[in-house]
């Protein structure tokens, strides 16, 4: 297969022709916000893909996200729709699996993740509020994946929300989702400054613009609140122009954090793939139906509740 670096003005086309309906139709369905509560109020603090393998429901995040839940038995909860509605608690969720706890670092401690190179996992949805999500949310299924690695020198979108949480004092909260995209390309080198980094990591450039969810041009905001969103490839640079469509728009990774002004960083979405092969085994063909041999015995460290 033979790859080329997209031009500028190849850049630009597909954002004027193809993007807007990408995020429409593929994108923004399957990102959703996720909060906990802290002193009474909502706190939104990260984001989700919505993933469906077989029989599972899975929201796919950051581990530090989903620690609030898997190492500290506190609840999170997501929006019903992406209008303001009362959330979902996700109480009755099946379980969570993320990458273990780094060695020598305290689950109380707030910045430990910072010494997990892959810092990503998965919550297990019970199938009733899987089927509740699904009504005004969108599943992604293993064909809208590309774990492949290196990746492509494409386009790239980090998506998810940096939220605020509005209380109505009308009885209780409701989220108010306010999406962000921040549009990037790989880095052409390993940024200065990035410690842990492993074969499945991804760095890319940070260019402070990004896309709100009118797709009008914005300042990309300090991230907070987008880790464990996707990272999004927006076209296939192996295919003529002319060829591209939304289907080439593909999860490629999981945003795991950012350097303002610099890179934002994330694990390949292989490595969510090699945790949910692990633990559940029967979902291991319906993986390689999709994507062919998958290295299911991958040397991740996980933690499970």
């Known amino acids: 297969m033979t790859t080329r670096r997209i031009t500028p003005e190849e850049s630009a086309q597909w954002h004027r022709e193809i993007t807007p309906k990408a995020f429409t139709e593929i994108i923004q369905p399957s990102t959703i916000p996720i909060s906990r509560e802290v002193r009474g109020q909502l706190d939104q603090f990260g984001s989700g893909v919505l993933l469906e393998i077989g029989d599972k429901s899975f929201i796919v995040s950051a581990a530090h996200v989903l620690d609030w839940a898997a190492l500290h038995e506190q609840p999170l909860c997501v929006p019903r729709s992406p209008a303001p509605t009362p959330p979902l608690w996700l109480d009755r969720a099946e379980g969570y699996l993320v990458t273990q706890v780094p060695e020598g670092r305290k689950a109380t401690d707030p910045h430990m993740r910072d010494h997990d190179p892959l810092d990503v996992g998965v919550c297990v949805l019970h199938p009733d509020d899987a089927t509740e999500l699904k009504k005004h949310f969108r599943f992604l299924r293993l064909y809208q994946i590309d774990h492949g690695v290196p990746l492509l020198p494409a386009s790239y979108i980090t998506a998810g929300f940096p939220s605020r949480i509005e209380d109505r004092h009308n009885g209780g ?16 080198q390993l940024p200065d400054g990035a410690e842990n980094v492993v074969a499945n990591s991804i760095f890319l450039t940070y260019q402070r613009d990004g896309f709100d969810q009118e797709f009008q041009e914005i300042k990309a905001p300090k991230l ?3 880790s464990g969103g996707g990272i999004w490839r927006l076209a296939d640079p192996s295919r003529l122009i002319s060829l591209w469509k939304v289907d080439d728009v593909k999860l490629v990774g999981i945003e795991t954090s950012c350097c303002y002004g610099h890179y934002i960083r994330g694990v390949s979405i292989r490595v969510v ?5 692990n633990e559940w085994p029967a979902l291991q063909s319906s993986i390689e139906l999709t994507h062919g041999r998958v290295e299911f015995n991958l040397p991740i460290p996980r933690q499970t509740s």
């Open 224 to 226: 907070g609140g987008i």
């Open 173 to 188: 909260h409701r989220i108010m989702p306010t999406p962000c995209f921040a549009v990037s390309n790989l880095c052409d």
């Open 273 to 277: 793939l090699g945790l949910i092969g």
